[in-house]
């Protein structure tokens, strides 16, 4: 199947989650802790090819995935292969035992809502908060953006791996994982210093 999805950087997300709910938005999936192991070949073959190779764990497990992205106006298309696990750890053994390796591990909490066509994933990352708008189409995707005042402009291109690890370039951080353990209050990010700007302002502020 094909993932066609934007993301944004929301910063004052609970205003952005009680301005869905009063727009009618379904919540689907309560907020819930996720936590992900990335995989590559030894000589980062997948990273190169700007491909997935992910394991998940949350309300259920998961396998999957991702093909190269490309994009259009925005949104993030690529090829998604998810399947349903039911061991974790011994997905991880077959992995490694067929030559891959741990390359990255990320956590965050995601809450998920249904508004109209497109399903809205309001994630919580040790970086920063983000709205990722997902539908059947880039442009049923561009339209609820907009609809719910998400600025096209400011879109996110890059995946958090990406953002992580050109923040970690950039504050010459010494860990490898984007983990809430890594993000003790002490040490604030300003995602500024990679270009990215707020899409969502709550309303009457300035």
């Known amino acids: 199947m094909l993932e066609q999805e934007a993301k944004f950087w929301v910063p004052a997300l609970a205003a952005f989650r009680a301005m869905l709910e009063d727009r009618g938005a379904q919540l689907l999936v ?3 802790w996720e936590y992900n192991i990335r995989f590559d070949t030894p000589d980062r073959a997948l ?5 997935v190779l992910r394991l998940r764990r949350d309300r259920k497990q998961t396998l999957a995935y991702k093909g190269r992205p490309r994009l259009e106006g925005g949104v993030v298309v690529r090829e998604e292969i998810e399947v349903e696990i039911d061991d974790l750890e011994a997905a991880r053994r077959l992995l490694q035992a067929l030559g891959f390796v741990e390359v ?4 965050k ?3 998920l809502y249904r508004w109209g066509e497109v399903v809205l994933a309001l994630d919580e990352t040790p970086m920063g908060n983000f ?3 997902e539908g059947p189409s880039a442009q049923t995707v561009q339209a609820a953006a907009r609809q719910l005042g998400l600025d096209p402009s400011a879109a996110v291109a ?5 953002l992580f690890h050109r923040l970690k370039a950039h504050y010459r951080w010494p860990f490898r994982d984007l983990t809430f353990a890594n993000f003790p209050p002490t040490r604030p990010v300003d995602l500024g210093v990679l270009g990215l700007r707020p899409a969502w302002e709550e309303r009457g502020r300035p």
């Open 104 to 107: 990255f591990v990320y956590e």
């Open 47 to 51: 990273q190169a090819a700007r491909q």
């Open 30 to 32: 309560p907020r819930v």
């Open 131 to 133: 709205v990722e708008v």
């Open 158 to 162: 890059d995946s958090y791996a990406g």
């Open 109 to 111: 909490y995601r809450t």
